[in-house]
């Protein structure tokens, strides 16, 4: 009745259809009363409701009052009126009175089909859908939207931009089979449909890899839909992208450091970035280095930063458990396995589950403990000591070590295999005399971390303490220098920590190494040069002596490399 008086009603252009259960065919009544007032009632045009559900419409008008169980979203989320009339087919069996419902039904409709055409109301609703539609396309944040079945009925421009994907492509699928993984990162309430959708998420980082492979980080929140009835719908995220952002702000932090560690050294800045790139990389990672450099902060940065961070992170020292307990603190024991094993044990592994595990000096293990580890990296499963099933390790794998494995398979004392299968992704940490001006920086860090556990109000670091610092060689790398500023600290009797203050061994290896210098000056470059007059404020003749050099020198190099800095001499 609805669709033929718009179609008689409606403004030439207006595209008009009509949908609903084509399973059951129209009441004889309809069409009488429809002859009546001189309109054919043609069932032939009406289309499956299920088959129309992804066209983009302006206006939807429904009738039936189990429209909000069997209406479907459509894409756009387009302007929905709803006309709650009453079944005329309910009414009195008597012939009349049916006729009379029907009659009755048939004129309300067609006053409801003229208001909307003849008084301006569809054109209202349509600009209303046309104004909002274009706000949200120009929005610089994504939107998207979708139902209670997780199809997506709404996609803006920004959305597009963003993702790199279409709204064709999109429109009226499961967000799960369109993103992979999960768009949300698992943080909507329907991502486990169906379910219990519960309350919104506001205002959390994401990481996300686009359909062009780029990666991108935004800024994600999920709000529940809801109908006026409070009914739960469906889910809106909004999201914008802040991936310079977050690089601009990764910088900044980098400009002292990253996740704890400190240093500003350009090699210190590609570890940063290796740790950034490998966060989520589900691989063993072998973080190699000399000992003392921070091995065991960046296993913790990488779990951290990782889609694991929620998990335990588990270290353990391959060195300094006995040989004999190491299988059974790896991979936990049942009763009776060996003497002393009085009831069943977890191990590390165990631990270890929905998290990192972070094996410490791995060149220390058995040949034995390496077969088990290349089986639980290779298999994802391992067996208890004494144990007759194996057991699934969902566990991310980190290991580090200051020797040289590859060597050590050369030697055949680490195995070959195990050694490729860690080495898949190797980090490599420089030792701290090849940092230039780190050690400076870390010395002050050092001094304001220590100075409540000393008691001391050591303010600064003279520079002639300073100078010999930076000349040792640092063989126990930033362990050593963090013993050597509480060494100090603990001697000093003042505000300024001198010479004399530090541990006789840098003293002594400072005095032989400018003595064995004698007649030649050190060597600049422009890095540690920078470093220096950054450390001293831009005070040349405070970095001269930093550096080892005399003022003519310095000036000398400036001059040479063209390098502009405020100077206070």
């Not at 039936?64 to 006309?83: K, L």
């Amino acid at each position: 009745m609805a669709a033929a008086f718009a179609r008689k009603l409606a403004p030439a252009g207006l595209e008009i259809v009509c949908a609903g259960d084509i399973s059951q065919d129209p009441h004889p009544m309809a069409g009488r009363v429809m002859l009546e007032a001189g309109e054919n009632l043609d069932s032939s045009g009406v289309k499956d409701i299920k088959r129309i559900q992804y066209q983009p419409f302006d206006v939807v008008v429904t009738l039936c009052n189990q429209a909000n169980e069997i209406c479907p979203t459509f894409p756009g989320s387009p302007a929905r009126i709803h006309w709650p009339l009453p079944d005329p087919s309910k009414a009195d069996p008597d012939r009349g009175a049916v006729h009379d419902a029907f009659k009755i039904v048939r004129d309300e409709i067609r006053q409801r089909v003229e208001s909307l055409f003849q008084h301006g109301f569809l054109r209202a609703l349509e600009q209303l859908r046309r104004t909002l539609g274009s706000i949200l396309d120009n929005l610089t944040d994504g939107v998207l939207a979708h139902d209670f079945e997780r199809r997506i009925f709404f996609f803006n421009q920004a959305a597009q931009k963003i993702t790199g994907f279409d709204f064709s492509e999109v429109v009226g699928r499961d967000c799960h089979d369109v993103f992979q993984p999960r768009f949300c990162g698992g943080n909507c309430s329907f991502c486990e449909y169906p379910g219990n959708p519960a309350d919104s998420k506001l205002r959390y980082l994401r990481t996300f890899i686009n359909k062009n492979g780029e990666r991108r980080d935004l800024e994600m929140s999920v709000v529940t839909i809801k109908t006026p009835q409070n009914e739960q719908t469906g889910a809106l995220v909004i999201f914008r992208d802040v991936t310079e952002l977050v690089h601009l702000r990764n910088r900044l932090e980098s400009s002292r450091g990253f996740c704890g560690m400190v240093g500003r050294h350009a090699s210190m800045q590609e570890v940063y970035d290796s740790i950034r790139e490998l966060a989520d990389v589900n691989l063993p990672i072998l973080i190699q280095g000399e000992s003392g450099t921070g091995k065991e902060m960046v296993a913790t940065a990488l779990h951290q930063l990782s889609r694991r961070c929620a998990g335990p992170f588990v270290p353990v020292n391959c060195g300094a458990l006995p040989e004999g307990t190491l299988e059974s603190e790896l991979f936990g024991h049942v009763k009776g396995a060996f003497t002393g094993a009085i009831h069943d044990r977890k191990g590390r592994f165990a631990l270890a589950e929905g998290g990192t595990i972070f094996l410490d000096e791995i060149g220390e293990i058995t040949p034995a403990t390496q077969v088990k580890l290349l089986r639980v990296i290779q298999e994802k499963t391992f067996m208890p000591v004494g144990g007759e099933k194996n057991v699934r390790a969902d566990v991310r794998v980190l290991c580090a070590t200051n020797r040289d494995l590859k060597l050590l398979t050369r030697q055949g004392r680490f195995r070959t295999d195990l050694y490729y299968r860690l080495a898949v992704m190797p980090l490599h940490l420089p030792p701290l005399r090849d940092r230039g001006n780190d050690v400076a920086l870390l010395a002050d860090f050092f001094l304001d971390k220590y100075s409540s556990d000393t008691g001391k109000s050591v303010k600064e670091i003279a520079p002639d303490a300073l100078l010999l610092l930076m000349h040792y060689n640092w063989p126990g790398n930033v362990r050593e220098l963090s013993n050597a500023i509480q060494y100090a600290m603990v001697k000093c009797r003042t505000e300024t920590l001198e010479p004399e203050h530090l541990p006789p061994e840098i003293r002594e290896y400072s005095l032989k190494a400018v003595a064995s210098r004698a007649g030649r000056p050190p060597k600049l470059d422009l890095e540690t040069v920078r470093d220096a007059l950054h450390t001293t404020g831009g005070n040349r003749a405070e970095a001269s002596r930093l550096l080892g050099v005399s003022r003519t020198t310095l000036y000398r190099f400036l001059e040479n490399h063209e390098v502009s800095q405020n100077t206070d001499v």
